[in-house]
């Protein structure tokens, strides 16, 4: 095995310093000067209805006001995926609280309160909440122009209906599958909405200075992606991309919520009304709720049918799920998840539909483990049911079916290399499976759950990302780069990467955050593919200067360039072993040779990296035929519940989860991934419980009650677990593993359930409320699912 | 507007407020203490936490002239000469992602350090139960709180 003397080390974070002296600049932090301005905006009342008429005349005539903006001025659309939403709303709204204009003021109170005296008419029309209503011949139509609206190529709208994406999957022969299964389960699940709850909200600041460069400064995973929105969307002002830059400071979260455009276009757009002011948008905490997106409700039938053996014969699926009024970047997610619904299972014969569904409800899209998370709920739930319905152990069950290195995935390319086995063995190990546990108390009884999961970074098939790398005069390094540290240690693990190549000790390295005037291009920081995709264009970036610094060595020694090599920040040589030259000595000022004349120069590396071999060309009735993800990252998650058989209140005894990281470049941040993945995925399916009133509205957007995990609420025990079966491609074997950790925590919840007393619950959350009421009604199985208030 | 004074991480300062500014918009907007954060504007959250004398508040929720004649620390506070040993503790154990909450954390922890120095693991989680983290899970934090009382115990 290779030796490393950065890789494979849990090196400290290199922005805790500045993280736990309160120097850590976030967006609110920065100083504008005098001229700011505060946007305030006025929003929907309707979930649905057509925007009559908007006065502002009293608005604009008090004092403080600089500018009042509606839809008129701004007639744009915008979209990641699909251009299907406005800046500000149009003829019609589509949501509680989306955004119909915006009053500009010297200060927030005068905004907040001219906000206030903007009057707007509206018809209402009648909306639609549930997905499964608006599929419906009569369902009102949410978007008229659907059939119009431009979409990346592997996206299939449908005009005149609410199918804002389907996406088919065909693999083998569902129907002969199920003929020679000897026993089939087929079912429903349901699960609800969440919000990200970042601590920070969402934030933007934009400035159009009086040279007419506009810029940015915004709380994002997206720099790039959003400088490219807003020049697309705003190229009818005549704005091209150099005229804009993005600022990316410190993100307080992001989870997918800061990924792509959502609000940051109104500050852009506002900025353009009010030259020479920058002007600050920040969504309170209820805005943060129903005006970026929150994770997508989904509703699933699924039938899977199996031998007596346990080999599962075929699968079939149907998936609506519900992504609110603006489907941008939500049908997205639904692509993503709806190519890998399976799960981590090798299955001869596949039917996969997934339909993303408009509603009235807000704005859906990405959240941690896109689709997957949401999708993992029914699959683990049902995989779990089907082996104990066979009389299988279900580790063994999916030890038996668990995707294997170059089995064919549902959409026929073959399975990367991957220890999925290996997370299985060591859960069950730590969790003690199949050792049945008492609890002391009668009242009470423990139960285990167990769960697999892969996830793959959903991209377009020709991301890029990018890096320079330049030396300063003391040998030390500064690392460009536009990846986003979100808190998952980015910074830090690309240091390593570079530390590796070029012998530079962590502690003289410092990774820039995105500037995109500075920093090289990075698609964005999604699908947790930076560790790869990032840390392969900072190895390229690295192994650049390496060669460069061979170079100049040899123009002044004529050393023979293959003989060099580096070690603790010095050029050495293998052919004259008392030759060592500190990088210090010549990375900028160069070499000075025998006639006083100097060779070599500042040292600077620059890498990109894009992976070549993945299409999205698949045939659209069987999405076979093409390579739409790079890879899968896969693991197994497992828990130990006490469970109250009266009130139903669940207490997790111990959770467990393994995540194939190929390499784990930084130990500790791979645990600390999971540890926190974990309990936010725990916390979706024990506690967290989005409603709305019957006209849509949201009900509980604040942290009273919409309830987060505090530090009462952890398991008693979480055993993070690293397992390495290289990525022949990831740097150093290194693949993503951030947003998996969420992934397996709802179905071990309630297969655990099962397992103590018996109840199936198969919509999310699995509260104790259902439990209590479950063993009230003496029912088995529970389909209760309340997330809309009837009046 | 009224002139109120009180000691900011141990300087005499003072400013002018309407009776109805909230503490954490004084100092931040007004004194640069940016370490303070603003995440929920209703006490849920304790990202704005600072110690008014000693004890831990929730300035999205105070008047800033309720301060008037107060003493102030934030995490500038502590930090001006070399950092404490929670901090340090901290940095060791790699205990925050995103760090928004880290200054609100730092803040609680050290009022429950002062408190109690040598707390069990069900105490930090007591202590610091008002305090919400999205991203690390709790459990590097509260192995850092511990690890803080270990290493003051082997110093003596």
Redesign the interface.
């Known amino acids: 095995m290779e030796e490393f003397k950065f890789i494979g080390k849990?090196v400290?974070?290199l922005?805790?310093?500045?993280?736990?002296?309160?120097?850590?600049?976030?967006v609110?932090?920065i100083d504008f000067g005098p001229n700011l301005l505060y946007a305030e905006i006025i929003e929907s009342p309707h979930s649905h209805a057509l925007i009559k008429s908007i006065d502002t005349s009293k608005a604009e005539k008090m004092e403080g006001v600089v500018k009042v903006v509606t839809g008129k001025d701004f007639p744009y659309k915008f979209g990641l995926y699909m251009k299907d939403r406005y800046i500000f709303a149009q003829d019609r709204v589509r949501f509680v609280g989306e955004q119909v204009a915006a009053v500009i003021a010297r200060d927030p109170r005068t905004a907040q309160k001219a906000a206030k005296l903007v009057k707007v008419e509206y018809e209402p029309l009648q909306p639609v909440f549930d997905p499964i209503e608006a599929l419906k011949e009569d369902a009102v139509i949410i978007h008229p122009d659907l059939g119009n609206y431009p979409h990346v190529p592997w996206f299939f709208p449908k005009g005149g209906t609410n199918i804002t994406h389907r996406l088919k999957l065909r693999k083998g022969n569902a129907d002969k599958g199920f003929k020679d299964a000897d026993f089939i389960l087929k079912d429903t699940y349901r699960v609800p909405r969440y919000a990200?709850?970042?601590?920070?909200?969402h934030i933007a600041v934009g400035l159009l200075d009086y040279s007419g460069r506009l810029t940015i400064w915004a709380s994002t995973q997206s720099p790039y992606t959003q400088r490219n929105l807003f020049a697309d969307a705003l190229a009818p002002l005549g704005f091209s991309h150099k005229d804009i830059r993005v600022i990316a400071p410190?993100?307080?979260?992001?989870?997918g919520g800061k990924a792509g455009v959502t609000m940051e276009i109104v500050a852009a757009a506002l900025a353009t009304t009010v030259k020479g002011h920058p002007v600050k948008v920040m969504w309170?905490?209820d805005q943060e709720f129903y005006n970026t997106y929150m994770r997508q409700q989904v509703v699933t039938n699924i039938k899977v049918g199996v031998k007596k053996d346990g080999t599962i014969t075929a699968f079939e699926m149907a998936n609506y799920w519900d992504a609110g009024p603006y489907a941008e970047y939500g049908a997205n997610v639904v692509n993503a998840s709806g190519l890998s619904a399976t799960g981590p299972y090798r299955i001869p014969n596949v039917t996969i539909d997934s339909y993303c569904i408009y509603t009235n409800l807000p704005a859906a899209g990405p959240y941690r483990g896109f689709g997957y998370s949401e999708m993992s709920f029914s699959v683990e739930s049902h995989m779990t049911r089907i082996a104990n319905a066979i009389g299988m152990d279900q580790a063994e069950f999916r030890r038996k079916n668990g995707i294997k290195e170059g089995d064919s995935v549902a959409y026929g390319a073959p399975m990367n290399p991957n220890g999925l086995l290996e997370a299985i063995d060591k859960v069950a190990d730590e969790i003690e499976w199949g050792k049945k546990e008492e609890s002391k108390d009668p009242n009470k009884a423990i139960g285990k759950g167990l769960s697999i999961f892969w996830k793959a970074p959903a991209m377009p098939p020709n991301v890029t990302t990018s890096a320079f790398i330049k030396f300063n005069e003391d040998g030390s390094l500064n690392i460009l780069v536009s990846g986003m540290e979100?808190?998952?240690?980015y910074l830090t693990v690309m240091a390593q990467v570079a530390a590796e190549i070029l012998t530079v000790p962590i502690e003289k390295i410092r990774v820039e955050l995105p500037d995109t005037d500075r920093n090289p291009y990075h698609w964005q920081t999604v699908a947790s593919h930076v560790t790869w995709a990032s840390g392969n264009a900072v190895k390229r970036a690295s192994l650049e200067m390496r060669d460069k610094m061979f170079e100049v060595v040899h123009a002044a020694y004529h050393y023979d360039k293959d003989s060099l090599y580096l070690e603790d920040e010095k050029v050495k040589c293998k052919l004259h072993s008392s030759f060592e030259l500190p990088l210090r000595d010549f990375v900028i000022n160069g070499i000075e040779t025998k006639d006083g004349t100097y060779r070599g120069g500042a040292i600077v590396g620059s890498g990109s990296f894009m992976p070549e071999y993945t299409s999205a060309k698949q045939n659209p009735e069987t999405s076979q035929g093409g390579h739409p993800n790079v890879h899968y990252t896969v693991g197994a998650g497992a828990v130990k519940i006490e469970v109250d058989k009266q009130t139903g209140k669940i207490r997790v005894l111990k959770a467990v989860e393994a995540v194939d990281a190929g390499k784990a470049i930084n130990p500790?941040?791979v645990e600390?991934q999971i540890?926190?993945?974990?309990?936010?995925g725990l916390a979706t399916v024990l506690y967290e419980d989005m409603r709305f009133d019957e006209n849509g509205k949201i009900l509980n957007p604040?942290?009273?009650d919409y309830k987060?995990?505090?530090?009462?609420d952890?398991p008693d025990e979480?055993v993070p677990i690293i397992v390495e079966v290289p990525q022949p491609d990831g740097p150093f074997g290194a693949r993503g593993i951030a947003e998996h950790t969420m992934i397996p925590a709802a179905p071990i919840i309630a297969n655990a359930v099962e397992d103590a007393i018996g109840i199936r619950v198969k919509t999310m959350p699995v509260t104790a409320e259902k439990i209590a009421m479950a063993v009230a009604d003496n029912k088995k199985e529970v389909d209760d699912f309340l997330m809309i208030m009837k009046k | 507007m009224k002139k109120i004074s009180f000691i900011l991480n141990g300087e005499k300062r003072s400013t002018y407020v309407e009776p109805n500014n909230l503490l954490v918009d004084v100092l931040r907007e007004k004194l640069g203490m940016h370490s303070i954060k603003y995440a929920c504007g209703r006490g849920d959250c304790g990202a704005c936490t600072v110690l008014l004398n000693g004890k831990g508040v929730r300035s999205c929720i105070i008047l800033a002239i309720e301060a008037d004649g107060q003493e102030i620390l934030t995490v500038e506070g502590l930090s001006k000469d070399k950092l404490t040993s929670l901090q340090e503790s901290f940095i060791d154990h790699g205990s925050f992602q995103c760090g928004f909450c880290a200054p609100g954390m730092i803040m609680s922890a050290t009022e429950l350090l002062e408190k109690n120095p040598n707390p069990t693991e069900e105490e930090v989680k007591e202590g610091l139960s008002g305090n919400l983290c999205r991203c690390t899970g709790y459990t590097p934090i509260i192995k850092a709180v511990l690890d803080v009382e270990k290493r003051d115990v082997d110093k003596k």
Request: contains cysteine.
């Open positions: 849990s400290k974070r922005d805790e310093k500045e993280k736990v002296t309160g120097a850590a600049k976030y609110d932090d990200h709850c970042c601590l920070e909200t410190y993100v307080g979260g992001g989870f309170r905490r979100l808190g998952q240690g500790r941040n600390h540890i926190g993945g974990l309990l936010q604040n942290f009273t987060i995990p505090t530090f009462l952890i979480i």
